[in-house]
């Protein structure tokens, strides 16, 4: 297994950027999850990575060694596909096989391999089955144990779980985890779905416009976001963002959002003196669902809102509450129990402690 680095690697399609100067280093043994919307260069990252596309500017290093020239057969990385690309007239063991076999890998050797890897997913009653026989998860299991087999620098994953059912995927998402942990390859894994971003990986790439916007831990990317991009494409339901003045002075700052003569003010009092800097101009408040609150013992960190209740929807474990404060329509995560009515008026606590500040002219989050 190896750590790869990413230098300065730029992707040009004609006139167009793909990828803007990307600078990543992935450790030995990582799990590292690319996210981000249609279009922002993870699938280009990923194949430039395999050496599928070449780089327009750049260097990869894999291991001790500079890869950037070298063909995608001799990397050294193994990839598996979204549509898993089996060999439909093979069975599943010559699909595994078929690797090793043009690698003149000897027989007896492969048969090992075989077998090792058909025990580890758990695909060994599959074996003589050809790929129509099996169910998407079955079909997902043995692309992955036909990359294993190659016993790769590295593992590529483009959307591996974006034909399976929900629960599947699920299911899936558990036991590619658990595979990670027993083996310990080094993953660079492309996903839309950022709870499969939140749960299997050690770092998240966070992507938008050919241009990486945080690359952190799962936990440091939904907490402290780099910017309002981050903070507003990670988490579900998505932050709420509100534009406020910033007003008062160094003991006293006040966030006022007005509109059409409705006002919604949010005393700091002497919290957060990073936004001194600001006072007379502006900053976009980040609140996430789960930040608005019904009660709670951090008293002066907890800002009552007098709010009206546009729609109430249970989801199961919570109640997700759309609701108006002056001429906003905000949301929030609330306990399964808490069922106002529609039209209602209701008090909640904006929890100042954990909700996040940008810049409105940068959208960097200030610290
Ligand atoms: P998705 O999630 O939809 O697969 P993505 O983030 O993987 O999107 P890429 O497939 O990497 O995005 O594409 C990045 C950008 O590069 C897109 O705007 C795409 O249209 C463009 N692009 C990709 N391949 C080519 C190509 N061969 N020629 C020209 N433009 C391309």
Redesign the pocket.
């Known amino acids: 297994m190896a750590r790869l680095t990413i230098d300065s690697t730029w992707?040009k399609?004609?006139e167009?950027l793909?990828?803007r100067d990307i600078n990543l280093d992935i450790k030995d043994g990582e799990f590292v999850v690319l996210v981000?919307?249609?279009?922002?260069?993870?699938?280009?990252?990923?194949?430039i990575i395999a050496g599928l596309?070449e780089t327009s500017y750049g260097t990869l290093t894999l291991g001790e060694r500079d890869v950037t020239d070298l063909s995608a057969k001799d990397r050294n990385i193994a990839m598996v596909f979204q549509s898993y690309a089996l060999y439909p007239t093979m069975t599943v063991r010559e699909n595994i096989t078929f690797g090793m076999e043009n690698r003149r890998v000897p027989k007896d050797e492969q048969k090992k391999a075989v077998a090792d890897v058909a025990r580890l997913l758990q695909i060994e009653p599959l074996l003589g089955r050809k790929p129509s026989q099996l169910s998407g998860g079955q079909r997902q299991r043995v692309a992955m144990g036909r990359a294993l087999v190659r016993d790769p620098q590295l593992f590529l994953f483009d959307?591996p779980l974006s034909n399976l059912d929900a629960k599947l995927r699920v299911e899936m998402r558990t036991e590619i985890k658990k595979l990670h942990k027993r083996l310990g390859q080094t993953i660079v894994y492309?996903t839309?779905d950022q709870i499969e971003a939140m749960t299997l990986s050690d770092r998240i790439v966070v992507?938008s416009g050919?241009v990486v916007q945080q690359f952190a831990d799962p936990d440091t990317i939904y907490r402290e976001p780099a910017n309002k991009f981050v903070a507003g494409f990670m988490g579900s339901p998505s932050m709420n963002f509100i534009d406020v003045d910033v007003e008062g002075s160094q003991n006293d700052i006040r966030l006022v959002y007005r509109s059409n003569g409705a006002e919604l003010v949010v005393p700091l009092g002497t919290r957060h003196e990073e936004l001194l800097p600001y006072v007379g101009g502006k900053v976009t408040i980040g609140a996430r669902p789960e930040h608005f609150v019904l009660d709670g013992k951090q008293e002066g960190a907890l800002v009552p809102i007098t709010a009206r209740v546009e729609v109430v929807e249970p989801t199961g474990p919570d109640t997700m509450l759309v609701f108006q404060v002056a001429d906003l329509s905000l949301v929030a995560v609330l306990p399964a129990n808490f069922r106002p009515a529609e039209d209602e008026e209701i008090n909640l606590l904006l929890d100042l402690e954990h909700v996040c500040f940008f810049d409105p002219e940068t959208t960097a989050r200030i610290p």
Do not use: I, N, R, W
Request: hydrophobic letters at 30%.
């Open positions: 992707k399609y004609g167009f793909a990828l981000g919307p249609s279009g922002c260069g993870k699938s280009t990252l990923l194949s596309e959307e492309v839309h992507m050919g």
